[in-house]
């Protein structure tokens, strides 16, 4: 994967400045666990980044990876997402437009999106309940593309004669 050096410098430095604002000690196990963080280009949960850092250094803990997240997202690094499986996620923060996402409930992916015009009609609505907006997520739930394929590939093979009869006409 094809990781922005100027960027991830940027980033490694904020982390950094926070660690040392914060009073905490700068490890070896905490900069891998960002590095491993901020190569991945994904939503990730505590678990799934304990595994991606474990494949690095099998001797960083479980705790110590939920630990660095919460440090990650205080510094405006990472965010918390949730995806709607009852899961907390983290994705890059820093320098990342702001976006909404779509959860297939089949497969679990998820695609991330922004539309000018739903947001903008996000913000009418709080206005016109004079609601002070102070930041949303959207999440849409439904079948992806690949699982809407999928489904209708099994369909077709099934005993349906209407699917065939059409399968036919085509
Ligand atoms: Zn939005
Ligand atoms: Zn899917
Ligand atoms: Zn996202």
Known sequence: ????????AEEKKI????????GLRRTAQR?????????T??????????WLVHKEDPNVGQTTVYRT??????????REVRLGDGRT?????????HHDHMICTGCGKVIEFFSEELEAMQD????????KLTHHSLRILGICNDCQQKEVNTAASGA???VRVKTNIN
């Open 1 to 8: 994967m094809a990781v922005d050096t100027k960027k991830f």
């Open 15 to 22: 982390f950094l400045e926070h660690i040392e604002k914060e």
């Open 31 to 39: 900069d891998l666990i960002l590095e491993v963080f901020l190569k």
């Open 41 to 50: 280009e994904d939503h990730l949960s505590s678990e799934d980044l304990y």
């Open 69 to 78: 997240l919460k440090v990650l997202t205080d510094a405006g690094l990472a």
């Open 89 to 97: 996620y983290y994705e890059h923060h820093h320098d990342h437009q």
């Open 124 to 131: 009418k609505m709080a206005d016109k309940y004079n609601f």
């Open 160 to 162: 349906q004669p209407r």
